[in-house]
């Protein structure tokens, strides 16, 4: 059973940046790909970024693309976003997620495990 801790989260003002944290603990997360999704309320999770279980592919939505770099230190078992240029619109939950597969997906019912959420909130 994997169980992922998400930090990093806050307040900040249109242009700034944040940097989310992913902690993993339980099973081998090295084999797995991970990803980003967001959720606002009364909205579908939305993706946002996901890596390959090596770190060789990654995959970020159209919508931060530019902004948000998705990374992973196997050696510490986390995965991060760094959030740049953020938006009103990047206001959100953002959940991380595990997928016991090795590439990356876009599909929130591909991962198998997700942590808790971390708030950002992005003022105007």
């Known amino acids: 059973q994997v169980q992922l801790v998400e930090s990093g989260g806050g307040l900040v003002q249109a242009g700034g940046s944040l940097r989310l944290s992913c902690a993993a603990s339980?099973?081998?997360?090295?084999?797995?790909?991970m990803g980003w999704f967001r959720q606002v309320p009364g909205e579908e999770r939305e993706f946002v970024a996901a890596i390959s279980f090596n770190g060789g592919r990654t995959e970020v939505a159209d919508s931060v693309k530019g902004r948000f770099t998705i990374s992973r230190d196997d050696a510490k078992n986390t995965m991060s976003l760094q959030m740049n240029s953020l938006k009103p619109e990047d206001t959100g939950v953002y959940y991380c997620?595990?997928?016991?597969?090795?590439?990356?997906?876009?599909?929130?019912?591909?991962?198998?495990?997700w942590g808790q959420g971390t708030q950002v909130t992005v003022s105007s």
């Open positions: 339980g099973g081998t997360y090295s084999r797995y790909a």
């Open positions: 997620a595990v997928d016991v597969g090795f590439e990356t997906s876009r599909l929130s019912h591909d991962y198998d495990f």
